[in-house]
Each structure stands twice: as C-alpha cells, then as structure tokens.
C-alpha cells in the first residue's frame, strides 16, 4: 500500500491530469455508446424511410390528380375555343412568366 501512496505521490501535475482527461474520454465514450444504443432501441424513435415513403406518395398522388386537373381544364378550354399550348416543357417558373407578362 505504501508504495501505491509513493507513486501516486511521485506523479506529476501533468501526468494527473493526462489521466483524469483518458478517464474523461473513456467515460465520455461508453456514454456516448449506450445513449446510442438506447435511441436504436427506442420504439417511439421515427422510422426516417418509412416517413419518406409516405411524403413521396402524398407528392405523387397530388401529381396525378393536378395532371388529371390540367387535362380536363384545358379540354374545356378548347372546347370553349380557347387556344391551349400542349406539353409546355420550361425551365422557368409560372411566377417569373406572369411577372414578365406584367412588365
């Protein structure tokens, strides 16, 4: 016991801190481990891809339906004998066209 004393005593200021910051980090380490462990085993944790699979779904389905929309409005259009551009294809957004419509 007393030599344990004698090296404890012979240890410098520098070598006690080194080891109180490797204790830190190691302590720092396995909590950072099971906090990670309990969120993997959290069951009210969000299921990220499940998530995104039912926006990309939503976005789809409003897709469709805006389609169907813009098809019947511009048949209705033509039957009025209102001229409709098919299959407009641009890079240009409608606010930027209706801000130069307006210029």
Known sequence: MTDAL??????????KAREVEEGMAKWEEDRDAEEEQADEDDPEK????AMMDVQ???????R?????????FAEA???????VVQN??????????FVKLLD
């Open 6 to 15: 004698k090296d404890d005593e012979e240890k410098t200021a520098d070598d």
């Open 77 to 83: 259009l033509v039957e009025k004998g209102v001229p």
């Open 64 to 72: 469709e339906a805006d389609e169907e929309f813009l098809t019947a």
């Open 46 to 49: 969000p299921n990220f891809e």
């Open 88 to 97: 407009l294809k641009t890079d240009m957004s409608a606010k930027f066209v």
């Open 56 to 62: 990309k779904e939503a976005i789809r389905t409003q």
